[in-house]
């Protein structure tokens, strides 16, 4: 299939929307006009990992369409090169914004290390549940030898902590490591060719309402949405703090 999912672009819609959401709450701890804990409590670390989880899960689902498709390597590199760029401009905005805990290796950087695996692997089909359950299990199950071989702070160094072999969390504003969110964009690889395997149902379903079209219209630009809604969020409460006080 070369052509676009509706539904799968209707999907990371809604986790766009959520996200900003997220990040609009988010903000307005930082300017003090709400007080929650969005590093400890569940009510907030639950929905940043559900809202990533989406997101990765349309990263594998999206690149296993790709790869069926024919997408050709130059096309993915082109694609590939605006994530990498992008998180370059993420890492340098944060560090301005929080010197002492800025982004370096984020959900863009994560993206662009885990597409790459993503369409090398994209041929495997069902097969990458299973790198994908240790992938999410490798964290956990190397913590104890980590520490008992000594090698803990090497891992939890910033050098080699993107893989995700760590035993204490970094001190950043956003981490997403390799291990264990690649085994999300395979369980998305995974379903997408079980969801071929069945036939492809629902592959020409379109969305038909004004908000089903507006909601494609935004899936299909996720990078544009997540690069600007930070500054537009960020911009308009100080506008509005400015105002105020």
Same mark, same amino acid.
């Given at each position: 299939?070369? #052509? ?5 672009? &209707?999907?990371? =819609? ?21 007080? !929650? ?9 639950? !929905? *940043?990992? =559900?809202?990533?989880?989406? %997101?990765? %899960?349309?990263?594998?689902? #999206? ?7 024919? !997408?050709?390597?130059? $096309?993915?590199? *082109? $694609? ?16 301005? @914004? ?10 863009? +950087?994560?993206?662009? /290390?885990?597409?790459?695996? =993503?369409?090398?692997? &994209?041929?495997? #089909? ?6 994908? &359950? ?8 190397? =913590? ?33 490591? /390799?291990?264990?969110? @690649? ?12 969801? +071929? #395997? ?22 299909? *630009? ?5 690069? /600007? ?15 105020? *006080?």
């Amino acid at each position: 299939m070369s #052509g676009r999912l509706d539904a799968l672009d &209707a999907l990371r =819609a809604f986790a766009l929307v959520w996200m900003a959401l997220y990040h609009f709450a988010f903000d307005l701890n930082n300017f003090g006009l709400i007080h !929650q804990d969005f590093y400890r409590d569940p009510t907030w670390t639950l !929905q *940043r990992t =559900a809202i990533l989880s989406l %997101f990765l %899960f349309c990263a594998g689902f #999206g690149q296993a369409l790709a790869w069926r498709g024919g !997408q050709r390597w130059p $096309r993915f590199w *082109r $694609r590939w090169s605006m994530i990498a760029g992008c998180a370059v401009l993420v890492s340098a905005g944060s560090w301005l @914004m929080f010197p002492g805990s800025f982004i370096y290796f984020g959900v863009l +950087h994560g993206m662009a /290390v885990m597409l790459v695996l =993503a369409r090398l692997t &994209a041929g495997w #089909g069902a097969w990458c549940l299973a790198p994908a &359950a240790l992938a999410l299990a490798a964290p956990s199950l190397a =913590a104890p030898w980590l520490q008992a071989s000594g090698w803990a702070d090497g891992f939890n160094a910033p050098a080699l902590n993107w893989l995700g072999l760590i035993t204490r969390k970094p001190v950043t504003e956003d981490y997403v490591p /390799v291990l264990p969110w @690649m085994g999300v964009v395979w369980i998305g690889v995974a379903a997408a060719s079980l969801w +071929h #395997g069945a036939g492809a149902p629902g592959a020409g379903w379109r969305m038909r309402s004004a908000t089903g079209r507006a909601a494609t219209w935004l899936g299909r *630009r996720s990078l544009l949405f997540y690069m /600007v809604h930070q500054p537009v969020l960020i911009g308009a409460l100080w506008l509005y703090t400015a105002v105020a *006080r």
